[in-house]
């Protein structure tokens, strides 16, 4: 229960205080992405981060910048891409949507602009566990993220104090942080240790009573992993819900970040996905006119309106 309203605080703290990219609830395994959900990912720029977000707000599909398709000559998607046609097909009008492809006359497609690489330097990846107590499967999830080594940084955080035996039981390259979601006081209790990113990692599948299934990942697909979650992170934020349809919920602010869905019923941030009929408090109304984009605009190096370079088109019938 309590930790929703403790990642969001997280998330608007740090978005107040670093200069990075952040965003929630982001895949970071590779031979089984489902099986690795990050509760915070927070991208620091890198020297491209303007041209990045020049080209578009949205996240660009990781299939659209592996294509063959570059600025210069016009391509069929159909032959650019190493996948299906009707994959290929769909990618592409999604990549024109954004504003990342643009259409030619006779329907092949190209770049707007280059994409650019070096966009994002360092990847934080965080777990958050406000009650250390009632741990579940933490430690299992913070050694998934060390043996993969996505993130250039994995931390803990929590609202517990914590102790030296909960130091001794985390796995040591964990950083720690204490955080106070009504405050937004941040104690390091611990630096993480910076992961081997560039190299190959090992991913845990599944555990059993007796063995965990593993699977050896390449330095090249941990390199494409990590672009997806930066972009994924970029597109997506941390603001990914709407608000309820209740007369009681209102967008309330942290530390300067806006949008934090507060419920003047309960008295605090709630989950609107847990939001319904079947609250006491439930006044059904329309839900509240918020602006997530605006929330987010200026707070991040994020930017809601790129100029001049998105062109939203449609349609690729010529190649149909
Ligand atoms: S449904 Fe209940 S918890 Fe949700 S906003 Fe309304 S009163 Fe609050």
């Given at each position: 229960m309590r930790e929703f309203p403790f990642e969001l605080a997280l998330c608007a703290h740090l978005e107040a205080t670093e200069d990075?990219?952040?965003?929630?609830?982001?895949?970071?395994?590779?031979?089984?992405?489902a099986n690795r959900i990050l509760d915070v990912v927070c991208v620091e720029p890198g020297?491209?981060?303007?041209?990045?977000?020049?080209?578009?707000?949205?996240t660009v599909p990781d299939a659209a910048v592996e294509s063959d398709v570059g600025v210069g000559r016009a391509r069929d998607p159909r032959t650019a891409f190493d996948c299906?046609?009707?994959?290929?097909?769909?990618?592409a009008e999604r990549a024109v949507e954004i504003g990342f492809f643009e259409r030619e006359v006779g329907g092949g497609?190209?770049?707007?602009?280059?994409?650019?690489?070096?966009?994002?330097?360092?990847?934080?990846?965080?777990?958050?566990?406000?009650?250390?107590?009632?741990?579940?499967?933490?430690?299992?999830?913070?050694?998934?993220?060390?043996?993969?080594?996505?993130?250039?940084?994995?931390?803990?955080?929590?609202?517990?104090y914590v102790t030296?035996?909960?130091?001794?039981?985390?796995?040591?390259?964990?950083?720690?942080?204490?955080?106070?979601?009504?405050t937004g006081d941040?104690?390091?209790?611990?630096?993480?240790?910076?992961?081997?990113?560039?190299?190959?990692?090992?991913?845990?599948?599944?555990?059993?009573?007796?063995?965990?299934?593993?699977?050896?990942?390449?330095?090249?697909e941990k390199a494409r992993q990590r672009r997806r979650m930066a972009e994924r992170a970029y597109g997506k934020g941390w603001r990914t819900y709407d608000f309820?349809?209740?007369?009681?919920?209102?967008?309330?602010?942290?530390?300067?970040?806006?949008?934090?869905?507060?419920?003047a019923w309960k008295g605090r941030v709630v989950n609107p996905t847990e939001c319904?009929?079947?609250?006491?408090?439930?006044?059904?109304?329309?839900?509240?006119?918020?602006?997530?984009?605006?929330?987010r605009d200026g707070r991040t190096p994020w930017v809601a309106e790129p100029e001049g370079k998105a062109r939203r088109q449609s349609g690729l019938d010529r190649f149909g």
């Open positions: 990075w990219v952040v965003g929630r609830q982001i895949g970071g395994g590779v031979r089984a992405p020297p491209e981060m303007d041209t990045r977000a020049e080209l578009t707000p949205e299906s046609p009707e994959h290929a097909r769909a990618v497609v190209r770049q707007v602009a280059r994409y650019p690489d070096d966009w994002f330097g360092r990847i934080v990846g965080i777990e958050n566990k406000p009650d250390l107590d009632s741990p579940g499967d933490l430690l299992t999830q913070l050694r998934k993220d060390v043996s993969i080594a996505l993130a250039d940084e994995v931390i803990l955080a929590t609202e517990s030296g035996a909960h130091l001794n039981r985390i796995p040591e390259a964990v950083g720690v942080w204490r955080f106070d979601p009504e941040r104690e390091v209790v611990r630096e993480a240790e910076p992961l081997a990113t560039s190299g190959p990692g090992v991913e845990l599948l599944e555990k059993h009573p007796l063995r965990t299934d593993v699977a050896p990942v390449s330095a090249d309820p349809a209740c007369g009681e919920i209102e967008s309330a602010e942290r530390e300067g970040s806006d949008g934090l869905p507060y419920c319904g009929p079947n609250c006491p408090g439930h006044d059904p109304a329309d839900p509240p006119d918020v602006d997530v984009a605006d929330a």
